[in-house]
């Protein structure tokens, strides 16, 4: 079973930085099937980010992400006050079970 | 709007059974891949169960840990999704949110959650 590994596990940053999440995978995975969620306090998950790099929809261009092999990136270009959440990032496929990273929480300086 | 609501969330004691519900609305359920996830307040997700087409027919698959304690299902003449819960342990506490497929074939991501049905197992 293939293992997610998120860091860091907190990411404390100010508004309109540049904020940069990794997760790292035990073996190279299909990066059609790699994605985020956004969890916000008290709320579901938000899908954010499918196939590594599509926006979901009604996500701002912000949000991007990028990877290969065992390491993805999500990145939030210039961060903003609303973007205070818990990010997941997600392996599904064809072969169960659905995989997920522990989460980073991010905040806002 | 598509729509996820869950229910039959409660407190049960150790051993015992509970049933969860879900009512889906706002796109053609019929056929349509679905997962159970859950989450411990405060904690990470983990997949519990789903459908996912598999050679030309709708699957079920489960988590390992389950150990064949939860058995999902589907009754599509009333859009609804469930998750039979049995011999529930104190490690089950969590929040069960119902999720859908977003290109309904099963392969993931999850683009449309509930908002969850909470289970507390306890004596």
């Known amino acids: 079973e293939i293992v997610l590994t998120q860091s860091p596990g907190t990411l404390s940053l100010p508004p309109g930085e540049r904020a940069t999440l990794s997760c790292r995978a035990s073996?190279?995975?299909?990066?059609?099937?790699l994605a985020w969620y956004q969890q916000k306090a008290g709320q579901a998950p938000r899908l954010v980010i499918y196939?590594?790099?599509s926006r979901a929809a009604g996500i701002p261009d912000r949000f991007s992400g990028s990877g290969s092999g065992t390491d993805f990136t999500l990145t939030i270009s210039r961060l903003e006050p609303e973007d205070i959440a818990v990010y997941f990032c997600h392996l599904s496929g064809d072969s169960p079970p659905h995989t997920f990273g522990q989460g980073t929480n991010l905040e806002i300086k | 709007e598509v729509r996820l609501v869950e229910s039959g969330g409660g407190l049960v004691q150790p051993g015992g059974s509970l049933r969860l519900s879900c009512a889906a609305s706002g796109f053609t359920f019929e056929g349509y891949a679905m997962n159970w996830v859950r989450q411990v307040p405060g904690k990470g997700l983990e997949w519990v169960s789903g459908?996912?087409?598999?050679?030309?027919?709708?699957?079920?698959g489960y988590a390992g840990s389950l150990k064949g304690r939860f058995t999902i299902s589907r009754d599509d003449a009333t859009n609804s999704l469930y998750l039979q819960m049995t011999s529930l342990r104190i490690e089950d506490t969590a929040l069960y949110f119902c999720?859908?497929?977003?290109?309904?074939?099963?392969?993931?991501?999850?683009?449309?959650w509930g908002q969850g049905a909470m289970v507390s197992v306890s004596s």
């Open positions: 073996r190279n995975i299909n990066s059609d099937y």
């Open positions: 459908f996912a087409w598999v050679s030309g027919s709708l699957r079920t």
């Open positions: 196939a590594t790099s």
């Open positions: 999720v859908k497929d977003l290109s309904g074939k099963g392969l993931g991501p999850f683009n449309i």
